[in-house]
């Protein structure tokens, strides 16, 4: 009797034979672990800290338009002290927070 084999299955038998499976997940767990090093080297990286510092900041100080941008404000600015940033930053992330807390006791969303 004669038995006739699907060329995939032998293309299937070859590979995991070969062992080029292995070499392939072993390739992709070095390629996840090099990028969670990466990720975590930006995180604590100096000069991407300061970058998230002034941008906050800079968040903080635009005119206040909407309640929308007062929330992401107020949201900057608890990132911005989270973060160390003091200073005039943090005196401005209060004056929003009051004038926030204010605007909820009176209802008042009207923004000029």
């Given at each position: ?5 699907h060329?995939l299955?032998?293309i299937v038998?070859?590979v ?6 292995t ?6 767990l070095r390629r996840?672990?090099?990028?969670k090093?990466?990720?975590q080297?930006?995180?604590?990286s100096?000069?991407i800290?300061r970058?998230?510092?002034?941008i906050?900041r800079?968040s903080l100080?635009l005119p206040t ?6 929330e992401?404000?107020l949201d900057?600015?608890k990132?911005?002290t989270?973060?160390?940033?003091n ?10 927070a009051?004038?926030y ?5 009176t ?5 000029p």
């Amino acid at each position: 009797m004669v038995t006739t084999t699907h060329p995939l299955i032998l293309i299937v038998c070859a590979v995991i034979g070969s062992g080029a499976i292995t070499s392939f997940v072993s390739w992709l767990l070095r390629r996840i672990d090099q990028r969670k090093d990466l990720e975590q080297a930006i995180e604590t990286s100096p000069t991407i800290q300061r970058l998230e510092l002034e941008i906050y900041r800079q968040s903080l100080f635009l005119p206040t338009m909407s309640r929308m941008q007062h929330e992401h404000q107020l949201d900057a600015g608890k990132a911005y002290t989270k973060h160390g940033g003091n200073g005039a930053g943090h005196v401005r992330y209060q004056q929003l927070a009051d004038d926030y807390r204010r605007r909820l006791e009176t209802d008042n969303w009207n923004y000029p």
